[in-house]
């Protein structure tokens, strides 16, 4: 699937809004978004990697060889204050998406479903909105999907860029990432995931102790 396929049509005058919001963070965030809305993407950035790509797309690492998530902090789209490092001893899934994303969308039930069933086991979801210049567009994913875990507003997508290379970065939209309890990113995927996949995700680092 094409970035340009994956997005519904839009007014005119909402694409050269969101150009001048993707214009703000430069040409690295514009080559983020070239991959963006695909049902894959490529593997970290130059530099030496620790991690390993499975037959599924998942890219994982093992425990010790981790690198930790850079500061994620600023407003949620429903304007509160927010830091993922205030979630350290829990799981953190963070997933980047954007609601003009078709596989987003896919992939929304199955995120809140997951979130439900593992929150109680110590298991918190954080959404990355990015490159919706408009936060209505994002208030209104979150209800048509009843998505219920917070997400950072990111219109700009000036956060994928503190993400250092060579490590698992988000590089597509949708990505999804998994920090163990330390805060270090265990585990990323590059496209859209089924409720399966996410669970295969989560659950080696859930098991960890």
Known sequence: ????????????????????????????????LVSACTSGG???????????????GISTVEKGKRDAAPDLSGKTIDG?????????????????WGSWCNPCRAEAPN???????????GVQFVGINVADPQVNNARAFEKDFGVTFPSLYDPSSKLMLRFKKG???????????????????????????SEEKLRSMIAPVLAEK
Request: aromatic letters at 4%.
């Open 1 to 32: 699937m094409s970035a340009a396929s994956c997005a519904p049509k839009r007014p005119a005058s909402w694409s050269r809004t969101r150009r001048a919001a993707l214009t703000v963070a430069g040409g690295a965030v514009s080559a983020l």
């Open 42 to 56: 490529v593997s970290g950035g130059g530099g030496d990697t620790n991690f390993i790509m499975g037959k599924d």
């Open 80 to 96: 509160k204050q927010l830091a993922v490092s205030s979630f350290k001893g829990k799981i953190v899934v963070l997933n980047v």
């Open 111 to 121: 995120l809140e479903k997951v979130y439900k069933d593992l929150k109680s086991q």
């Open 167 to 193: 490590t698992l970065n988000p590089q597509a939209i949708p990505s999804t990432l998994v920090l163990d309890r330390d805060g270090k990113i265990a585990a990323r995927s590059l496209a859209g995931l």
